[in-house]
T-cell receptor
Framework: EAQVTQNPRYLITVTGKKLTVTCSQNMNHEYMSWYRQDPGLGLRQIYYSMNVEVTDKGDVPEGYKVSRKEKRNFPLILESPSPNQTSLYFC?????????????FGPGTRLTVT | GQNIDQPTEMTATEGAIVQINCTYQTSGFNGLFWYQQHAGEAPTFLSYNVLDGLEEKGRFSSFLSRSKGYSYLLLKELQMKDSASYLCASVSSNDYKLSFGAGTTVTVRA
């Protein structure tokens, strides 16, 4: 089944404790992206990747890191999480970065930082 | 971003029609998506418009006017399962990035 998977689905952590949210897709997609979703603000892009070893900042990259060593994986790293990073996170992928390519979203990771 | 604006909430009755409007900034525009998101779930693709006009897909239709920076999603013959948030997203011509609106929560009542 074609899908985007994320782990963990739920995470409660404390300020400053490094964490990684994994994202994997099995559709051989070139383009991958991370979003956060907060009430009243919609989905905001954190980082995106056009292909292996190519990553770039989205609209809200502060406090996050990513890497794209393999085509299928695009982990999101929070080196020192803070309470303002409490949010619902979505990973997404599409076959290319072109305008008309729909994005497929993972199931989401709900992160709480205390 | 592309300054996407859409209503926060709409309520309609089962079997009725609802139209969700979306306005966006026209400079650097290269297409518009609509996604559906049920509570607690991931967004799923509904439609994509890049040319002016109406695209119909079963009970759902999407319209675009590039010159006016305006789109709408039309949901016909509403069903209870259509209760969800509907996200409007424009594509930038510079870098193909998606900019999402905050979403419109549609509640369908019996």
């Amino acid at each position: 089944e074609a899908q985007v998977t994320q782990n963990p689905r739920y995470l409660i952590t404390v300020t400053g404790k490094k964490l990684t949210v994994t994202c994997s897709q099995n559709m051989n997609h070139e383009y991958m992206s991370w979003y956060r979703q907060d009430p009243g603000l919609g989905l905001r892009q954190i980082y995106y990747s056009m292909n292996v070893e190519v990553t770039d900042k989205g609209d809200v990259p502060e406090g996050y890191k990513v890497s794209r060593k393999e085509k299928r994986n695009f982990p999101l790293i929070l080196e020192s999480p803070s309470p303002n990073q409490t949010s619902l996170y979505f990973c997404a992928s599409s076959s290319s970065a072109g305008a008309h390519y729909e994005q497929y979203f993972g199931p989401g990771t709900r992160l709480t930082v205390t | 971003g592309q300054n996407i604006d859409q209503p926060t909430e709409m309520t309609a009755t089962e079997g009725a029609i609802v139209q969700i409007n979306c306005t966006y900034q026209t400079s650097g525009f290269n297409g518009l998506f609509w996604y559906q998101q049920h509570a607690g779930e991931a967004p799923t693709f509904l439609s994509y418009n890049v040319l002016d006009g109406l695209e119909e897909k079963g009970r759902f239709s999407s319209f675009l006017s590039r010159s006016k920076g305006y789109s709408y999603l039309l949901l016909k013959e509403l069903q209870m399962k259509d209760s969800a948030s509907y996200l409007c997203a424009s594509v930038s011509s510079n870098d193909y990035k998606l900019s999402f609106g905050a979403g419109t929560t549609v509640t369908v009542r019996a």
